[in-house]
């Protein structure tokens, strides 16, 4: 198993190995403007969900061996549009400090570039990522509302000697994880001429579920809350200033298995049941509560970044497109999380997930509606956005999400990246051999991520797989 850092240069210069750097020709780079051709002007109003991340862009890469087609893609890619008109329109700010989206075809940019490095061999041992800036660029959320700023940006980029790297940046105020790989997979589907489901656009239909709970324990569950102006700022400045690295490793599918058998075997009860992430999570948290190593007393908060919408069911449509993404949160005293078993902190984790219910989905519905509607829905934050760099660790799992499914005529990607978060955060998705493994993201402050990076704690990392790391 290996673990590699953000940082691969530095890296590599300890090694006394040359650092790998990737430049992009700007002479070679045509931008293109890829529109549907028809609009039918409507404003689509965003959703509480949707006003919850801001205006940024979430940027996602994907590496194939074989080189895109560019105009082809353009072709694909403007029929796909047909039914995603938000991804072609402009953000507008309405009259209560919302905002809307103006389907006015406006377009959608995508870049054409070409590099003169060859593609490496990128990989969980082989991060990209301090690369990606290059291949990417434009992920500001400043100047986008009002404008006019292309909500889906695309950048093809040209390997010397063949492969391509495909740059994909979704405005995050449109879609959340799910929906946008659903697009990427609607787009797939279409560029193979293969048929694929409508999605439905009806923000009403989200909107019209908020129901406030009359639950003691929900209320106080809710995973957002009002602030002041003040305290918004002060959280948000806190966040930006945070230095992060992130350290990647791989759990193959029978070190899944056994992290898996040693929480049931130490389940706190008969009618106990955890899943294989469950066990992945709690392992995670239980290894870095002791890499952190605050006091014994210390408050750990892990949370759980779920999606609403199954636990909505046939309420919303299944086909719904858009920001449908909830969080709950879990804490125990860091010498009980060191010390407990595999299995009850897994446990836990199970039950901070199921915590997340129809009814506290649809209060949390109505809350966020009722700060859009008082025009402060930018004053709504997590609850545990205020100390999330100090004392909380969150966990987004993308482990059943295609990304290695995304075909644009050149095969399968073998690898993407998924970016560096601003607080701290394990990511977990599938390999890209989909092969039952996954691969884990740990984005951590930079003296945690420098110790998680030695041999010791990769050790740590692997203990409970019944092999050595390296295997």
Not at 417 to 422: A, G, T, Y
């Amino acid at each position: 198993m290996a673990v590699a850092r953000k940082n691969s240069a530095h890296r590599a210069a300890r090694k006394g190995l040359p650092a790998f750097r990737t430049t992009v020709d700007s002479r070679v780079e045509r931008v293109h403007t890829v529109r549907v051709g028809a609009a039918d002007g409507a404003r689509i109003r965003l959703t509480g969900y949707d006003l919850l991340t801001g205006p940024w862009y979430t940027p996602l890469t994907f590496f194939y061996r074989d080189t895109l087609d560019g105009a082809a893609l353009r072709d694909s890619l403007a029929r796909t549009l047909r039914r995603y008109p938000l991804l072609a329109g402009r953000l507008e700010r309405d009259a209560d400090g919302g905002l809307s989206v103006l389907c006015n075809d406006a377009g959608v940019r995508f870049t054409e570039a070409y590099c003169p490095d060859p593609m490496r061999e990128y990989g969980h041992g082989l991060r990209a990522e301090p690369v990606i800036g290059k291949l990417l660029r434009e992920v500001s959320a400043f100047g986008v509302v009002g404008r006019d700023a292309p909500l889906l940006k695309i950048r093809l980029t040209r390997m010397e000697g063949g492969g391509s790297v495909l740059g994909v940046l979704v405005n995050h105020s449109l879609a959340d994880g799910g929906s946008t790989l659903a697009f990427l997979e609607s787009w797939s589907r279409e560029h193979l001429g293969m048929p694929w489901e409508e999605p439905s656009h009806a923000r009403e239909a989200l909107d019209g579920l908020g129901r406030p709970s009359t639950d003691p324990a929900t209320l106080e569950a809710r995973a957002f809350v009002g602030v002041g102006r003040v305290r918004h700022l002060t959280t948000t400045l806190r966040v930006g200033v945070n230095k992060l690295a992130t350290v990647t490793t791989r759990f193959g599918a029978a070190e899944l298995a056994a992290l898996k058998a040693e929480a049931q075997r130490t389940l706190p009860g008969p009618d106990a049941w955890v899943s294989t992430n469950d066990a992945l999570t709690a392992h995670l948290w239980q290894v870095l509560s002791e890499l952190r190593g605050r006091p014994a007393d210390a408050v750990e908060w892990l949370g759980l970044i779920v999606g609403a919408q199954s636990r909505l069911g046939d309420a919303l449509p299944a086909s719904y497109w858009g920001n449908c993404v909830s969080n709950s949160w879990t804490s125990l005293d860091a010498a009980r999380l060191r010390e407990s078993p595999l299995g009850a902190v897994a446990t836990d984790v199970r039950r901070c997930l199921e915590s997340n219910t129809e009814d506290k989905i649809r209060d949390e519905i109505a809350f966020l509606g009722s700060y859009r509607r008082k025009g402060v829905s930018r004053h709504v934050m997590s609850v545990r956005a205020p100390d999330v760099s100090t004392t909380s660790l969150s966990v987004n799992n993308w482990s059943q999400f295609p990304l290695y499914r995304i075909d644009l005529g050149a095969g399968r990607p073998f690898w993407y990246e998924f970016p560096d978060l601003p607080v701290p955060t394990v990511h977990i998705a599938p390999t890209p051999e989909e092969d039952g493994g996954r691969d884990v993201y740990l984005c951590l402050p930079e003296a945690v991520a420098a110790v998680a990076d030695t041999a010791p704690w990769r050790e740590r990392l692997h203990s409970r797989s019944g092999t050595s790391v390296g295997s």
